[in-house]
């Protein structure tokens, strides 16, 4: 039987995980008043899509979800053929805490890595490629990671540009579960 990870010292569960401050609250009860068409075609999506225009100032396609789970496996089902994988340390949710959502939705692979303290490094990806145009393996195509790590560490910005021009040098895509998000943009300052 394999040998998981230790669970964290401390618990750096997603943001959802908390009580929400009250002008999120107050949002919620104004988008309570009335009727509202579904699937999107209400003024709270549009006004939560161009605001997601505004913050990238960039046209984007945003698919809203409810919850972490569910917008890993979109995100991951979006970019993954079943004979693909996804590289991710060890510890990452997708990995430990999903309950094999991903794999069972998009039909590809997981492949942990060993990190430390959670973060991928590029050295530690590099034997995974070694499968690439191997038939008889699953073929590395996401390259994964969580900001913040469940351990609680926050990639920089140099250490997230390392593994995306990597990835990118080598065919991969580059996913971020980004529950903890808020917390790296924190840390950062």
Known sequence: MPTLPPPPDSSFAS????????????ALAAANEGP?????DDPWT???????????DVEVAVTWCWGGTGANV????????????????????????EAGAPTRF???STLPVPAVDGKLTVEAVVPYLDWLG????????????????????????DEIAELAAFAHGHGLV???????IANAVAASG
């Open 15 to 26: 943001d959802n995980a908390a009580g929400v401050v009250p002008e999120v609250m107050e």
């Open 36 to 40: 509202a068409l579904a699937y999107g």
């Open 46 to 56: 549009r006004a939560a899509d161009a605001a997601m225009r505004d913050l990238f």
């Open 74 to 97: 979109v995100a991951l089902a979006s970019v993954l053929q079943p004979w693909q994988a996804v590289i991710a340390p060890a510890s990452a949710h997708i990995v430990v805490d």
């Open 106 to 108: 998009t039909g590809a």
């Open 134 to 157: 191997t038939e008889h393996h699953p073929q590395p195509r996401v390259l994964s990671i969580s900001q913040t790590t469940e351990s609680g560490t926050v990639y920089t910005v």
């Open 174 to 180: 580059v996913h971020v579960d980004g529950a903890r």
